[in-house]
């Protein structure tokens, strides 16, 4: 598995914590106010993800790790993984730091890693600015372990171009897309494309889960289209080794990232509920249950950050490990569960005022878990600890 590092691109000294927490600060200031009324409408909004790709000199949230030669703000995993995470628990709309985290992170890091200079200087820089939206459906972010909804053939006319049919579900950002990652199988093989939304034959349905309803979803449908040559991502026939273990390991890192700040504003949320609410003519917080279960919390959201870390450290280092990006998924996919259900037990319940962050969550924590192929995750740690390669 390639990971593009470059050490010598890793932004301006002094990043951490002054970025990170300017992240935050952002998007509680752009993105907070409106979450619960847009997750009501099930509504995305392009404009907010347009403000946080303009804040410049600033997060850069549209193009973290894309270099700065290429418009990008040529951050380190780390630094990343820490931006996203200052995006969840500022914007406290686990929707929306998907839709972004997709788009900056899923959609863009194979084209800086198997694209060719004619790819990478044709699609980055507009997506590092975010007048270019790519799109990736969650079902391809699972590693070979699922089959290609997809089918490629070659184009009968000698141009070495290519056809593809199908249609691929929990696509991130379809309506809004200028172009979509696809991998597709064929006879030899899977290769990844990159497929423009113009492109003859494509179609977007609107189509989408109950949950994160703040992202913008859709089906992709392909009907026979030609693509040229040029369209190939990587090698052909090499997607197996290539883009998908690449797709699998981002997503289960880096979409992780925004849900550790989720746990840490739910943790928040939980103390502040227990120092207001009383038991017994008390403050909740002089219960030994109540510090113990937020001793819990607390202890959720540091084992969450330390595995995080340490498999952004690896990405940084050249030599990312499916093995721990899978117990990043897996951990963080159970602590959300977990912290939600205890920032709930010490919150109480809900404001009529609040914006609701504790359901929001107890909702997308199921579909976050869900999507993360736990039937995925489990086989690909279990390989290595038997280290069966």
Not at 15 to 27: K, T
Not at 122 to 131: D, K, T, V
Not at 181 to 201: E, I, K, M, S
């Amino acid at each position: 598995m390639v990971f593009p590092n470059s050490p010598t691109d890793h932004g301006p000294d002094g990043f951490e914590p002054a970025w990170a927490e300017r992240a935050r600060s952002l998007a509680e200031r752009v993105v907070r106010p409106t979450a619960a009324g847009r997750d009501r409408a099930g509504r995305w909004d392009h404009a907010l993800f347009a403000e946080l790709a303009a804040d410049r000199p600033g997060p850069g949230l549209a193009g973290p790790l894309v270099p700065r030669a290429l418009g990008g703000t040529g951050l380190s995993a780390a630094q990343t993984c820490a931006l996203l995470e200052g995006l969840g628990e500022g914007a406290r709309d686990p929707g929306f730091a998907l839709a972004v985290g997709a788009h900056s992170v899923l959609a863009t890091v194979p084209i800086r890693a198997f694209g060719s200079a004619g790819q990478r200087e044709r699609y980055l820089p507009r997506m590092a600015s975010g007048e270019w939206l790519g799109s990736v459906s969650l079902h391809q972010t699972r590693g070979a372990a699922a089959d290609p909804a997809v089918a490629a053939r070659p184009a009968g006319d000698g141009s070495g171009g290519w056809v593809l049919g199908g249609d691929l579900d929990l696509v991130v950002g379809a309506p809004v897309a200028h172009h979509f990652l696809v991998v597709a199988g064929h006879h030899g093989g899977r290769t990844a494309f990159l497929v423009d939304a113009t492109t003859p034959g494509l179609r977007i349905a609107e189509a989408g889960p109950e949950a994160m309803p703040t992202c913008s979803w859709g089906r992709l449908v392909l009907d026979d289209c030609a693509l040229p040559q040029e369209a190939v991502l990587g090698t052909v026939g090499g997607a197996p080794d290539e883009v998908e273990p690449l797709l699998a390991a981002l997503d289960w890192v880096f979409t992780s990232a925004p849900w550790l700040g989720l746990l840490r504003a739910l943790t928040r949320d939980a103390l502040d509920g227990a120092r207001d609410r009383r038991l017994f003519g008390r403050p909740l917080t002089h219960s030994q249950s109540a510090r113990f279960a937020l001793a819990d919390l607390a202890t959720q959201c540091e084992l969450a950050a330390g595995l995080l870390y340490r498999a952004a450290a690896q990405f940084d280092a050249g030599r990312p490990s499916l093995a721990d990006a899978a117990a990043v998924r897996l951990f963080v996919a159970s602590a959300a569960r977990a912290v939600t259900e205890g920032a709930a037990r010490l919150a109480g319940p809900p404001s009529a005022t609040g914006d609701r962050l504790i359901e929001r969550t107890h909702r997308d924590a199921l579909f976050f878990a869900e999507t993360g192929g736990v039937d995925v995750l489990h086989p690909v740690i279990a390989a290595s600890v038997l280290e069966l390669g």
